[in-house]
Nanobody, 115 residues
C-alpha cells in the first residue's frame, strides 16, 4: 500500500508563488510517473504537469513558463513550483503517482489565487 501526503497549498494574490509537495510512503520499489492534476469548481480534473522517472517533463499549455515540476527520487517526493499565479489557477491540486502498474491519488490541496 502507498500513501501520498500533499502540502503547500493556500491563499495567494495574483502574481504570487506557491510550492506544492507530495511525498509517497509505504511499500515502494519503484515510482514511475509522478503527475500533478487540478480540478476547479464545476470543471473536470485536468493534467497540469508530469515527470517521468528519468526526469522528462511536460506541461499543460496554460501553465507553461510559470509552473515547474520536479522530483526527488531518493525522497519519493514530487514538487510543483507555481509562479506568476493567476485567479484561473484556483483549484484543488492533486498528485498522482504510478508505483509499478498501480496509480495512487493524493488527498488534494486547495490553491486559491485572489485578484
Amino acid at each position: 500500500q502507498v500513501q501520498l501526503v500533499e502540502s503547500g497549498g493556500g491563499l495567494v494574490q495574483a502574481g504570487g508563488s506557491l510550492r506544492l509537495s507530495c511525498a509517497a510512503s509505504g511499500t515502494i520499489f519503484s515510482i514511475n510517473a509522478m503527475d500533478w492534476y487540478r480540478q476547479a469548481p464545476g470543471k473536470q480534473r485536468e493534467l497540469v504537469a508530469y515527470t517521468t522517472r528519468g526526469g522528462s517533463t511536460n506541461y499543460a499549455d496554460s501553465v507553461k513558463g510559470r509552473f515547474t515540476i520536479s522530483r526527488d527520487n531518493a525522497k519519493n517526493t514530487v514538487y510543483l513550483q507555481m509562479n506568476s499565479l493567476k485567479p484561473e489557477d484556483t483549484a484543488v491540486y492533486y498528485c498522482y503517482v504510478m508505483v509499478g502498474g498501480t496509480g495512487y491519488w493524493g488527498q488534494g490541496t486547495q490553491v486559491t489565487v485572489s485578484s
